[in-house]
């Protein structure tokens, strides 16, 4: 497998550096505030932008129109969206559905083209992906699907919807969906933050198209394994801004950095966030370089410390800002609100651990 490498190389933070001054400039915070109420959660300005950025592609074949790079890379600018707090389909499109994608939509994906998501949580069942009861039937030459899935990220928008589901042959597959197929409803779901739109989804005999070979294990672990990277970068920035404060603010003639229960919450922020990095950055690695019991292990401990670790890095920016973090007009609460939905996203710690106990005692 290799050893791993936690360095960067020169490529990879010019893609950082790129994508930072792309997010600053063309994304800052008043966009991520425009974007809340917003349906697709980003505008076709900055949509394209980032597809021209060729970073829509990353994880797609050269074949198939894409860059044909690996989690690694992808993880560059997934701690950047992070860190900017970046709303809109991204991650949902340009990890999760490009990895299940045919060479029917992939190129769609990799250009920015059209946009994807996955459909694989149902209701009462929400961590469970692997044991569908959505249900495939043939149709003539073709398929139908019936049954409803829940908590699917940017679905009332995305072009393309990726189901998992069972069929009379087998107990999992994976079908695609064109927008605004028939007997396809889609409904908001609401969500603590509103950078993360979450939709539920009914079929009712909705056309579909099977699509061959997806991976639907490899597809759940670079998700995690994205949206742990995502919430390092969030972290991290949430640090940053608590730690500005914590120099400026004043009580009592002295800044309140200079009080110790302060320090200990910065320090606290600081170890909660290195150890998260340090599973999701060997979790990229093995989504690129390990095998697929290896890349599940490291993926899955990575959510399960991540879960709860960064939701506090959340609250302590918070508790650090006082009164001022918890109003509209102040950032801190959209940092706390992203690690918020980070912890319950693909389940949280408990989900996570049960799984590492199986893992060890399997």
Not at 31 to 37: E, G, I, P
Not at 89 to 103: E, H, I, K, N, Y
Not at 204 to 220: F, I, S, W
Not at 314 to 336: M, V
């Amino acid at each position: 497998m290799g050893s791993v490498d936690f360095e960067f190389s020169p490529d990879q933070e010019m893609l950082r550096d790129s994508v930072r001054r792309f997010l600053a400039d063309r994304a800052p915070i008043a966009y991520v505030r425009a974007m809340y109420d917003d349906e697709r959660g980003t505008t076709a300005d900055v949509w394209n932008g980032l597809a021209d950025l060729g970073i829509t592609g990353i994880l797609t074949p050269e074949a198939h129109g894409g860059l044909g790079l690996g989690m690694v890379d992808m993880g560059v600018v997934l701690e950047e969206m992070g860190r900017a707090l970046h709303p809109g389909p991204f991650l949902s499109s340009a990890v999760t559905a490009a990895t299940l994608a045919d060479a029917e939509v992939a190129p769609l994906l990799a250009s920015g083209e059209a946009t994807g998501t996955a459909a694989l949580f149902e209701p009462d069942a929400r961590h469970s992906w692997s044991t569908p009861t959505v249900r495939s039937t043939r149709d003539g030459s073709g398929w139908t699907l019936s049954g409803r899935k829940v908590h699917v990220s940017d679905g009332v928008t995305a072009d393309v919807v990726l189901v998992a589901a069972a069929t009379d042959d087998v107990d999992l597959a994976v079908f695609a969906v064109d927008r605004g197929a028939a007997g396809m409803s889609a409904e908001l779901t609401e969500t603590v933050d509103g950078s993360r739109k979450e939709a539920t989804l009914d079929f009712a005999a909705t056309p579909a198209r099977l699509v061959e070979g997806a991976d639907l294990a490899l597809a759940v672990d670079r998700t995690m394994t994205a949206l742990v990277v995502d919430g390092v970068g969030a972290a991290s920035a949430a640090l940053e801004i608590s730690l500005a404060y914590a120099k400026e603010r004043v009580q009592f003639d002295r800044p309140i950095g200079s009080f110790q229960a302060i320090q200990h919450l910065c320090a606290d922020m600081l170890r909660d966030i290195e150890l998260a990095r340090a599973g999701a950055y060997y979790a990229l690695w093995a989504c690129d370089r390990a095998d697929p019991a290896t890349r599940h292990a490291a993926a899955t401990m990575a959510k399960a410390w991540a879960s709860d670790a960064l939701a506090r890095v959340g609250a302590s920016c918070i508790q650090i800002h006082g009164g001022i973090g918890f109003t509209w007009e102040h950032d801190a609460h959209l940092f706390h609100k992203r690690l918020l939905t980070l912890q319950h996203a693909f389940g949280g710690s408990a989900v996570h651990l049960e799984e590492l106990a199986r893992i060890v005692l399997d």
